[in-house]
């Protein structure tokens, strides 16, 4: 019995780190949606990357921001160039070369000192990277290479602004790690509630976190609905990356590609496309705003709620040895929310598991 006691305190527990992960989860993706954070690692890896090639007679950001600015790297798709396993043709290279200007404001002195143009210098590190040479990294410079370091950047970057929700839930909400532990081990109620609403929570968290890995990219799926709208222009539509740092740097995206349709046509496609943009964030917004409220609710099933002690809870002066006990508790309640939604719903599908299966031998031996 005692055993069971535990894993239902170890399972109120996951719950309760579930809900709060799910809140957490919402604001990483409302933040996701204002800050391009993707494009922001693709340019930092090529910078990086640049960087450890000895490309330094054109300032590598300069040079980076010219080839984003590329018209027909745009018009190709832009992540095409960082993908292993789809490779350009080398008249398409010298094309997206020749689309990146030199700089009108160099003087004589700086064309001296720098040898090579913008285009020439990206060039020079293409043919470095084709050809594999090594560097610092200790690996082959292929565009894997951009795109595996591309990954490593947004994920680092991501990890930063998840746990920083993370810390900021776990404090509005004041739930220290060892306080939450004891309550549940001494108190039978919130154990028995745990056991009545996890099934349920189960449910809700799966839909959750489906929910937020379709909404990653609303551009590709307004980009479908173009398509499937204006099927006369689909192919054209396929050109579109749907890559941008907002709204405005998407929609001019669109009609550098579709430039040749008529004026009509293209404005009535670009009109569509906004809509969908639109009507799609605000159905992640509200459906996240949904899951938030009910996450909301059956922490208060655990007396779990926002501000609910006050700030008495981190006063100092009040009781230190307390606030500071509380302090944290609510850090380890940060560190352990970072690790994500999907990492407590597989643990509370897990312990849930082992219950099932504890209880059914004890039941056998019982009899």
């Known amino acids: 019995m005692q055993v069971l006691n535990t894993l239902d305190a170890l399972i109120g527990f996951a719950i309760v780190m579930l809900l709060l992960s799910m809140i957490v989860m919402f604001l990483v993706q409302a933040t996701q949606m204002v800050i391009a954070q993707r494009q922001v690692a693709l340019k930092k890896a090529l910078y990086l990357l640049m960087s450890a090639n000895k490309i330094s007679s054109v300032d590598a950001n300069d040079l980076i921001d010219k080839l984003f600015e590329s018209k027909t790297l745009k018009s190709n798709k832009m992540f095409k160039l960082f993908k292993p396993d789809i490779e350009f043709s080398e008249d398409e290279i010298n094309k997206i070369l020749d689309d990146i200007p030199d700089d009108p404001k160099k003087d004589e002195s700086e064309t001296e000192s720098r040898e090579k143009s913008p285009a020439e210098e990206m060039r020079k590190y293409m043919d470095i990277v084709e050809k594999g040479e090594k ?117 001019r995206e669109l009609k550098l590609v579709l430039k040749g349709l008529p004026a009509n046509d293209l404005e009535m496609i670009t009109n569509d496309y906004s809509r969908s943009i639109t009507e799609l964030q605000d159905e992640r917004f509200d459906q996240g705003m949904r899951d938030l409220r009910v996450a909301t609710e059956d922490l208060a099933r655990f007396n779990i709620g926002l501000w609910n002690k006050g700030i008495s809870f981190y006063d100092l002066r009040e009781d230190t040895f307390r606030a500071m006990k509380n302090i944290i508790g609510v850090i380890l309640t940060a560190l352990l929310l970072s690790l994500g939604a999907p990492f407590w719903y597989e643990r509370l599908k897990d312990l849930v598991h082992l219950r099932s299966a504890l209880a059914k031998k004890l039941d056998t031996k019982k009899n």
């Open 135 to 251: 560097g610092d990294f200790g690996k082959d410079r292929g565009f894997e290479n951009v795109e595996k370091l591309s990954s490593h950047i947004y994920r680092s970057r991501m990890r930063i602004i998840s746990f920083t929700w993370a810390f900021i839930v776990a404090f509005a909400y004041q739930v220290s790690t060892p306080e939450l532990l004891r309550d549940l081990s001494v108190d039978p109620k919130l154990r028995l509630e745990a056991v009545s609403v996890v099934t349920a929570v189960q449910n809700k968290a799966s839909e959750a976190i489906r929910n937020s890995d379709e909404a990653q990219d609303v551009s590709g799926e307004a980009l479908a609905r173009l398509a499937s709208k204006h099927s006369n222009y689909a192919k054209q539509l396929e050109e579109v990356s749907g890559v941008g740092r907002d709204r405005a740097e998407l929609i």
